[in-house]
Structures are given as structure tokens and as C-alpha cells.
């Protein structure tokens, strides 16, 4: 299906792109109106060549030789301090660095780069690739309808979905892209089950459960690779395989390189929900009353360069006093990143709540010609248990909800006060069915998505390692690529904490809306 398909102005031949979907529908009686099936499967297959076009550095960049950018190279080793003023680093040849120069690693990660494939693009948007985008779904669905006798009906229904994807980067394996290149693997599954039963002609309950259960596995590309490790970068990929693949690294001036940034991610979150709704018709009034209970659990791992972060910005090899010079891939080859970072997060977290919510409704018909709909609601939701921290804004230390001192919900209290009023009315002023006046108004309550999941960050559960480092300075030891990161991991105390902390406040509010509407017919 990729015959009409035309060819991108920056692409040497056609990508691939193949499109293939099925879908199968099933369903009938088992036993004559008394049993019923009812089946779906739905697969599809893409496969799309994807065109990235990027900036690498040439043949002579890598042998440390810049004329075709006519960049000089300047010495960070004689910074004058006070000026920032730097002598050449090869007077003898300004635009480039001598090969004794080079940092080992620094040279290994910019031999990373392919070399240059468009024919006379020069040193810009020089090198294109058309790696293959592939998604793979497949789901389907199967419901039973049973009907015991007329006032007992019951229903069973699953669900299931699974999506595995690669979705490539601007240099295939090598990476490149801040967000979010990665093999994945998500699975979604739901199964409910129903009961509806009749007490009589004006009396009938409505009884539901159901658990829906989602993972999420977004991996690096070069997953389970300790590629930083090979290329000499030390402590960047620690030997648990949530660190492993090649370190991001930024160059300026020319495309990234290395795995995508928060990745990996695993997610597994389960939902368990019962309801039940009892509707009463009694004269003018339609009265419903219901309960509604829902336990949620998550598990989360993700930070943001779990495999080391490192930001080559220029400024190393250039005279900081007049602005001349300096080149990303020139601080590169001598080791000199102006920014590191690492997170280390102690494996996946766990949160847990729960949300349980009543509520009572009348529909009035008042007269032939004016209805009220009367209406109120009560929610409440737990603040989250499991391996989480609250920030302490009273006492400026982080309290946490396991350990030795844990305190339930990490000492976050209840919003016990969510009452949702309700109530509309529909009136036809004129006797007739010509005009209908409408209006209602009611509060909401709107609990918000995962906000527990920056919780598990709190101390002393992730460490950020990062450091920024002053062009204005003569370079020391440490700060080299060659140098990596700590060996030691150490965690930061909850009672004395630094860095980035969370907090939910003394008391998870729950936010809420209020909203109206008025119209006429």
C-alpha cells in the first residue's frame, strides 16, 4: 500500500511504509433469550520508514581539525579568571587541536558519529536516516449476557490489549532525541461483571464490579547494553540494568547522541471498582441512591538520566573576553561537559489510595410541564500510602510513610468536607412542547492524575547527582568526561533535606468545579 507514496525532498530513496489492519466482529445467542456472546479482535501492523536529518561532524572534526567551520580553538587551560581571556591551543594552527590533546573518552564518544552521507550538503543537515517506526497492536474483546428470569439479568465482560512499539531516533541506535525514542511494551486488561435485578414494577438495583489492570515498559533503545561503560565513562551505567545503554550527550551545534531521556519507565497500575445504584419510582418522584468504591495501586519507576547526562556547550574552547571561537565538538574531544547529571532512584515505588463516593438524586415532575432534578453528592479520597514522602512545610523536613518512623499517608490529612450539590430543572412555560426552558448547576470534584508519583522522589528515595561547571575557571580534576560520576550512592536524609523536595501540604484538598448552564429551546 505504499506505491503512491512520494519521496521526501530530503530522503536519498522512498522509506518503506506498510499499513495492514483486521478486525473480526462475532456475536449471537447461545440459548434462545437466554444467553448471548458477543467477540471482537482487532489487529494492526505499521511499519514507516521515518527521514531525520541531522548535523554531524565531518571527517577532519573528528581528527580535531575545524577550518571548514573556521572556528579557533582556545586553551581553557590558561583562563585568566578576572578576564576570562584564553590564549590559542595550537597557535601554530588555530582551528585545530593537536591529537595529544584529546580526552580518550571524549574522542571515543564523538567517533560515535557516522560520518557525513548527502552529497554536498556540507557541514550542515549533512547526514539523513530512515530507520523503521514499528507498532504491532493487538485487542480484543468477549461479553456474556445472561438472563436467569426476567427480574435477574447478568453480564461478564473482558478486555484485552497489547502494544508493542520501536520508535527509532535521528541516528538509529545511537540516539539523539530528548524525548522519547524507545522499544516498548504496554498491556491493558479489564473484567467487569454486572447484576441488575427487579424487586418490582417501580423498584430495580443495579449492581457492578470490575478491575482494570495497565503496564507500561518503555525501554531505552540499547537496553540492557552498558554502552557508556564500554566507551570509559566510569559509574554511568552502575550494573542494574535501569542504567544501562549510552549516556545522553549533548553537543552543541550538532545532533545528540545517546539513549532518550526518561527511559526506562515501568508503570503496573491496578483498579478495583464495586457500585451499586438502587432507582425508586414512587409517584412524581424517580429517586436513585448509589455508593461507589474504587482502590488504586501503582507501582512507578522513571527519572530523567538514569544513565548520566552530559552537556557540551562550547564555551571551554572559547575566548570568553572577545566571544571568538569555541565549538561543542572541540569541547568534546577535550573532555570538558558544562553540565553533568545522574539520578539514582531506589527501584520502583509504591502508591496506594482509595476514593469511595455516595450520592442521592430525585428527579420531580412538579407539574406536567416542570421537572426539578434534586441532587446531592459526597466524595472522599485518601491521601496515598506506600513508599512516599511529604515534604514538611511547618518543620522543612520530608516525612515519610514507610520505614522505622513512617507515618500513615506520610501525615497528610483527609479533605472530609467534598459535597457536591446538584440541581436543574426543565420547564415548558407556555403549556406546550414549542418552548423548554433549561438550567442547572452543580459542583464537581476532580481528584488530580498521579500527582503521588512526584511524591516517591522525596528523599530519601532519589538522588540527583549534577553539577554545573564554570567556563570562567581553569578546568580541574573531576570535571572530565574521562572522570564520570561517584562511585558511592548516597541518598539524601528526609530530616535534613536539599535539592528538589515535594509536597502535597498538610491536607490532600481535592480541587472542585462549578459550573451552570442556562438555555432556551
Same mark, same amino acid.
Do not use: C, M
Given at each position: 500500500?505504499?506505491?503512491l507514496d512520494a519521496r521526501n525532498f530530503f530522503d536519498i530513496e522512498k522509506p518503506p511504509y506498510l499499513w495492514n489492519q483486521i478486525a473480526i466482529l462475532l456475536g449471537g445467542p447461545i440459548r434462545k433469550d437466554k444467553t448471548f456472546i458477543f467477540g471482537d479482535y482487532q489487529g494492526t501492523r505499521v511499519r514507516q520508514g521515518q527521514t531525520f536529518v541531522s548535523t554531524v561532524p565531518t571527517l577532519a572534526m573528528h581528527n580535531g581539525n575545524f577550518l571548514e567551520l573556521e572556528t579557533a580553538i582556545y586553551d581553557p587551560m590558561t583562563t585568566?579568571?578576572?578576564? &576570562?581571556?584564553?590564549? %590559542?591551543?595550537?597557535?601554530?594552527? $588555530?582551528?585545530?587541536?593537536?591529537?595529544?590533546? @584529546? =580526552?580518550?573518552? &571524549?574522542?571515543?564518544? %564523538?567517533d560515535?558519529?557516522?560520518? $557525513?552521507?548527502?552529497?554536498g550538503?556540507?557541514? @550542515? =543537515?549533512?547526514?539523513?536516516?530512515n530507520p523503521k517506526l514499528s507498532n504491532t497492536q493487538d485487542s480484543f474483546d468477549i461479553r456474556f449476557d445472561h438472563r436467569f428470569r426476567e427480574q435477574d439479568q447478568l453480564f461478564v465482560h473482558y478486555s484485552f490489549g497489547d502494544v508493542d512499539s520501536i520508535r527509532p531516533a535521528s541516528l538509529g541506535d545511537l540516539g539523539g532525541d530528548y524525548c522519547c525514542p524507545s522499544r516498548s511494551k504496554n498491556r491493558s486488561q479489564h473484567a467487569a461483571a454486572g447484576w441488575t435485578h427487579t424487586f418490582g414494577p417501580n423498584l430495580l438495583n443495579d449492581l457492578h464490579g470490575g478491575a482494570f489492570r495497565y503496564l507500561v515498559k518503555g525501554l531505552p533503545l540499547n537496553f540492557g547494553k552498558n554502552v557508556a561503560e564500554q566507551l570509559g565513562i566510569p559509574n554511568a551505567n552502575r550494573g542494574d540494568p535501569t542504567s544501562s545503554g549510552l549516556s545522553f550527550i549533548e553537543v552543541s551545534g550538532f545532533q545528540n547522541l545517546g539513549d532518550s531521556l526518561w527511559t526506562p519507565e515501568f508503570a503496573a497500575e491496578n483498579i478495583f471498582q464495586i457500585a451499586d445504584t438502587l432507582s425508586w419510582v414512587r409517584g412524581k418522584h424517580s429517586l436513585k441512591f448509589g455508593v461507589d468504591f474504587r482502590r488504586q495501586q501503582r507501582n512507578f519507576f522513571q527519572t530523567t538520566a538514569p544513565r548520566g547526562w552530559f552537556s557540551f556547550s562550547s564555551l571551554f574552547t572559547q575566548d570568553l573576553a572577545t566571544g571568538d571561537g569555541g565549538n561543542g565538538a572541540a569541547d568534546l574531544l577535550l573532555g570538558l561537559p558544562s553540565y553533568i547529571q545522574q539520578d539514582n532512584?531506589?527501584?520502583?515505588?509504591?502508591?496506594?489510595?482509595?476514593?469511595?463516593?455516595?450520592?442521592?438524586?430525585?428527579?420531580?415532575?412538579?407539574?406536567?410541564?416542570?421537572?426539578?432534578n434534586l441532587g446531592l453528592r459526597y466524595e472522599v479520597t485518601s491521601p496515598t500510602?506506600?513508599?512516599?514522602?511529604?515534604?514538611?512545610?511547618?518543620?522543612?523536613?520530608?516525612?515519610?510513610?514507610?520505614?522505622?518512623?513512617?507515618?500513615?499517608?506520610?501525615?497528610?490529612?483527609?479533605d472530609t468536607n467534598n459535597w457536591g450539590p446538584r440541581v436543574g430543572l426543565a420547564w415548558s412555560p407556555f403549556g406546550g412542547k414549542r418552548t423548554v426552558v433549561r438550567s442547572a448547576f452543580g459542583v464537581f470534584y476532580s481528584t488530580e492524575g498521579n500527582i503521588f508519583d512526584d511524591l516517591g522522589l522525596n528523599p530519601p528515595y532519589l538522588l540527583v547527582d549534577s553539577a554545573?561547571?564554570?567556563?570562567?575557571?581553569?578546568?580541574s580534576s573531576g570535571q572530565f568526561v574521562s572522570d564520570g560520576f561517584s562511585s558511592t550512592v548516597t541518598f539524601p536524609d528526609p530530616n535534613s533535606p536539599s535539592g528538589t523536595v515535594r509536597t502535597n501540604g498538610p491536607k490532600r484538598v481535592v480541587p472542585y468545579i462549578m459550573e451552570w448552564n442556562f438555555n432556551i429551546q
Open positions: 500500500n505504499d506505491k585568566d579568571p578576572d578576564t &576570562g581571556a584564553r590564549q %590559542l591551543l595550537n597557535p601554530a594552527d $588555530p582551528f585545530a587541536i593537536p591529537s595529544t590533546e @584529546f =580526552n580518550a573518552v &571524549g574522542k571515543a564518544i %564523538l560515535l558519529y557516522p560520518l $557525513p552521507n548527502r552529497p550538503a556540507g557541514i @550542515f =543537515n549533512n547526514y539523513v536516516l532512584l531506589q527501584g520502583p515505588y509504591p502508591t496506594r489510595y482509595w476514593d469511595l463516593a455516595g450520592f442521592v438524586q430525585d428527579d420531580f415532575r412538579v407539574t406536567p410541564n416542570l421537572t426539578l500510602n506506600g513508599r512516599i514522602g511529604n515534604f514538611d512545610l511547618a518543620r522543612a523536613v520530608v516525612v515519610n510513610a514507610e520505614g522505622p518512623n513512617g507515618v500513615p499517608h506520610a501525615g497528610v490529612k483527609f554545573v561547571f564554570n567556563p570562567g575557571v581553569v578546568p
